[in-house]
């Protein structure tokens, strides 16, 4: 089979690596317009449990890949220079580069084609059509009706930033402002880094947020690389099929980034599809295989984080002790008796 996978960010590349250690004879092209070096972004959340999914697939990626990965099992909350500490299941975080030039290169070895430039949504000639050019996909975009594309705004606006210093947990940070509260989500990626999200009124510069957050940030520097103010965009389509043309990743979905998914929902689809099509001989009942396995997980996905960015939104004036216990319940996947029965209260650690 030809295939023409449109977008060589996390969902594309994974794909075509999966696809192509299938053992099936077919030509991969992946086009992107960035190189590894110019993409956005800091460190991706990527749990050591979606590492280890991999390995049955491709053991020595995911041994790669774990090696890379910056784990925690806090999370902890800082407010009115107080904090509290919860356990959390394991998680994890690599940085967003390191991602893609360990999937490009293990692409490159199994004779993947990496091609750079413009996506070609036409793409005439191609058996299967893979769009994984993300958010603002122009591969959807030509097809937007087929697809039943519909995209809204949700939560408040934001701005992606990185920390020259590494938070031992997932660490949510409120500081108090004229305008209101800024909250900063942080978790560590490296020796010596940290994404650190901040959402807070009127878009200050990051010159601003240095100082409000001075004290967390114990004098590190906040990192910027395509770092702008914006509101997130979740997108839904009715359907991830059209024809031979195939939805995957941010082109088919976003969940709210407060609950930290998109870059493991990339893998996940990448990794379905790639078995649907070695598992099913006609492409059709391959391509409707994925979605039926993808969907549910997806919905269930962006219906947490709906309930997060609203969360978010409205941030309770309360005690550090009540917002992380807030916190850890928001989505529904844990209970407040969930705390209390399994031992895992609050623990205030500063204050
Ligand atoms: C600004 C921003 C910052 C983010 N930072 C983080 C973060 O720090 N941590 C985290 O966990 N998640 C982050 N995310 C979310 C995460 O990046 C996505 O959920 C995940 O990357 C989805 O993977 P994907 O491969 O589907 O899409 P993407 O990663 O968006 O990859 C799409 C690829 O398609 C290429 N492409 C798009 N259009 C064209 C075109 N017309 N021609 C050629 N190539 C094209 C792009 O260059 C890109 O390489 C961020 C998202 C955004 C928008």
Known sequence: MRILVNGGGPAGLAFAAFAARSGRDDEITVRDRAGVEDTYGFGVVLPPAAVEVFRDVDPGLADELATHVTGW????????????????????????????????RRCAELGVRL????????????????????????????????????????????????????????????????????VAHAYPYGPDRSTFLVEAPGHPTPAALTE????????????????????????RNRTWVSGNV?????????????????????LDDARVLAAALCAEPRLTDALSAYEAERRPVVEHTQRIGRLSAEWFAQLPDAPVERLLGDLATRGGR??????ATEGTGAVPVGG
């Open 73 to 104: 099992d806090r999370l902890t909350v800082h407010r009115h220079g107080r904090s509290a500490s919860i356990g959390s299941p394991r998680l994890g975080a690599m940085d967003r580069r390191t991602l893609l030039r360990v999937l490009r």
């Open 115 to 182: 091609a750079q430039g413009a996506v070609d949504p036409a793409a005439d000639g191609y058996d299967l059509v893979v769009a994984a050019d993300g958010a603002r996909s122009v591969t959807r975009a030509q097809r937007a009706r087929a697809f039943g594309t519909t995209t809204r705004q949700i939560g408040v606006d934001y701005i992606w930033l990185g920390a020259g210093r590494a938070f031992g947990d997932l660490t949510f940070l409120v500081v108090e402002t004229p305008a209101g509260p800024a």
């Open 212 to 235: 409000w957050f001075a004290g967390p940030l114990g004098g590190a520097r906040l990192l910027e690389n395509r770092s702008r103010w914006s509101r997130f965009h979740e997108v």
């Open 246 to 266: 195939v939805l995957v990743g941010d082109a088919a979905h976003t969940a709210h980034y407060s609950v930290g998914s998109g870059t493991r929902l990339a």
């Open 334 to 339: 844990i209970s407040w008796r969930d705390l």
